[in-house]
Nanobody, 125 residues
Framework: QVQLVESGGGLVQAGGSLRLSCAAS????????MGWFRQAPGKERQFVAG????????NYADSVKGRFTISRDNAKNTVYLQMNSLKPEDTGVYYC??????????????????WGQGTQVTVSS
């Protein structure tokens, strides 16, 4: 079992930055592929970024490449999402997720077993 709690969301102006954190509990955190997803009002949940268990591999949605950085600290059971140059279209609820079965970083929501409750990010123009 893995429990996930996100934090760090808020209201920011376009061009600004936010850093999201996802604190995990559970002994198997360091063996999980982790992902960040977001969901805008009326839209499906979409993949934003993912990171392998070691942190050696990362993957990003095209829309955030060059602006967002995912990282993890297994000693602290935490995964981060640094978001720079934010745009209004980045607005949404951001969810942290854990995939306990795969070594590959998938962008599909169904591949992830555990989810946090989400944190709201609002980017004003």
């Amino acid at each position: 079992q893995v429990q996930l709690v996100e934090s760090g969301g808020g209201l920011v102006q376009a061009g600004g930055s936010l850093r999201l954190s996802c604190a995990a509990s559970g002994r198997t955190f360091s063996r999980n592929t982790m992902g960040w997803f977001r969901q805008a009002p009326g839209k499906e949940r979409q993949f934003v970024a993912g990171i392998s268990w070691s942190g050696g591999s990362t993957n990003y949605a095209d829309s955030v490449k060059g602006r967002f950085t995912i990282s993890r600290d297994n000693a602290k059971n935490t995964v981060y999402l640094q978001m720079n140059s934010l745009k209004p279209e980045d607005t949404g609820v951001y969810y942290c997720a854990a995939d306990s079965d795969s070594w590959t970083i998938y962008s599909y929501t169904y591949k992830y077993d555990y989810w946090g409750q989400g944190t709201q990010v609002t980017v004003s123009s």
